[in-house]
Nanobody, 122 residues
Framework: QVQLVESGGGLVQAGDSLRLSCVAS????????MGWFRQAPGKEREFVAA???????YYGDSMKGRFTISRDNRKNSVYLQMNMLKVDDTAVYYC????????????????WGQGTQVTVSS
């Protein structure tokens, strides 16, 4: 059984930083592209970042320069370092796993975590 478990969310002020973590189990982690998505109330799920299993990095436009994705295949983990957080970054952040080797939309991901809430106050 595949499980993705996110952690690290919380309430912060604008300009602060947070680091999200996602630990995967039940899959061969190194063969999966790992992505982060987010969803704010009343909005569609939005792509944040992805780290493909062949080593390519992808970022959503509004995250470039502020967010950094990384992974540790030895620990079956993917991370999202978020700096200079804005109120608009408030959302539930989801970790996801895909067998695709390139950036794909939410439909291209096979497994999802339960999400972790990030709230940024002004």
């Amino acid at each position: 059984q595949v499980q993705l478990v996110e952690s690290g969310g919380g309430l912060v002020q604008a300009g602060d930083s947070l680091r999200l973590s996602c630990v995967a189990s039940g899959l061969t982690f190194r063969t999966y592209t790992m992505g982060w998505f987010r969803q704010a109330p009343g909005k569609e799920r939005e792509f944040v970042a992805a780290f493909s299993w062949i080593g390519d990095l992808y970022y959503g436009d509004s995250m470039k320069g502020r967010f950094t994705i990384s992974r540790d295949n030895r620990k079956n983990s993917v991370y999202l370092q978020m700096n200079m957080l804005k109120v608009d970054d408030t959302a539930v952040y989801y970790c996801a796993a895909s067998t695709a080797s390139r950036r794909v939309g939410p439909g291209g991901y096979d497994y999802w975590g339960q999400g972790t809430q990030v709230t940024v106050s002004s």
